[in-house]
């Protein structure tokens, strides 16, 4: 008796199904139909942050990606997780377009790139500026349907850039579009102990007060007032840059895994 032989495909379904599996092999993220989380993390990169500072926030979010509970929250969700990076300063720039990370392999380019960042220059915080640009540029691009989308957002000062109506304004736009953003503000003693009242002037502003607070507050306050909004949205305190990558590694883990309070 002769072996029977596997039933045929139809031509033409059979030929949409070998394109469909060698696009499907050729481009991770394609493969996949969606993703639990889409992680943009958004870096100050303004005057206050020199060559040295730079390079620690670059290592430390390199070095967090490398970390095996990070990696393991990363890869443990459905469909990896996505990861992008900004750098802003005067303005925004995708440093670091869309990237799953599915793997611990994945986990290891993502990081590489992120060590080989060219730095950008800028002189002014302007997180609203930031705000204006995660929504026109990143967000859209997104390759695949996220759950969630968290916008990781870190540095040392409060905007100097915007009216306090307009980062308002573009603090809303950006929770609209359903995204979680979650605070890592950087305390530096005798820099940024005190933000407000003054502190900082807004350019264009010449010799009015600064239309920013005009209370005496502390960054961390700042970031939960401004920044921080969306639901499950927290912040987390760096102790200096030294302390970034600890601070960063704890962030990411709670922020993949949905472990995020209120606040």
């Known amino acids: 008796m002769r072996p029977s032989r596997p039933a045929r495909l139809p031509r033409g379904l059979a030929q949409v199904t070998i394109a469909l599996l060698a696009f499907g092999a050729g481009n991770g993220v394609a493969a996949e139909r969606s993703a639990a989380v889409a992680l943009v993390v958004s870096v100050d990169v303004s005057q206050s942050v020199d060559d040295a500072r730079f390079n620690l926030q670059m290592e430390g979010i390199a070095e967090a990606l490398e970390d095996p509970g990070v990696v393991a929250a990363m890869t443990g969700n459905p469909g990896g997780t996505l990861f992008a990076m900004v750098t802003w300063a005067d ?9 799953r990370i599915a793997t611990r392999a994945d986990a290891r380019a993502v990081a590489a790139e992120v060590r080989a960042t060219p730095r950008q220059s800028g ?34 000062g409060i905007d100097n850039c915007t009216d306090a109506d307009s980062l308002a304004s573009d603090r809303a736009a950006l929770l609209a579009t359903g995204a979680t953003i979650n605070g890592l503000p950087i305390l530096v003693p005798g820099e940024n102990d005190v933000v407000g009242a003054g502190a900082y002037r807004a350019p264009g502003y010449g010799l009015q007060a600064t239309p920013l607070p005009q209370e005496r507050i502390d960054l961390v306050q700042w970031y939960r007032a401004n920044v921080v909004g969306g639901p499950g949205a927290f912040s987390l305190t760096a102790a200096g840059y030294a302390d970034f990558s600890m601070a960063l590694k704890r962030k990411f883990i709670m922020e993949v895994s949905d472990m995020g309070c209120r606040r």
Do not use: H, N
């Not at 925004?92 to 869309?98: N, T």
């Not at 691009?141 to 968290?150: E, S, Y």
């Open 123 to 156: 002189e002014f915080t302007c997180v609203g500026q930031m705000f204006r640009t995660v929504v026109a540029s990143v967000i859209p691009t997104l390759p695949m349907p996220a759950d969630r989308i968290v916008v990781d957002v870190s540095g040392d």
């Open 91 to 99: 303005r925004a720039g995708l440093a670091l377009a869309w990237r």
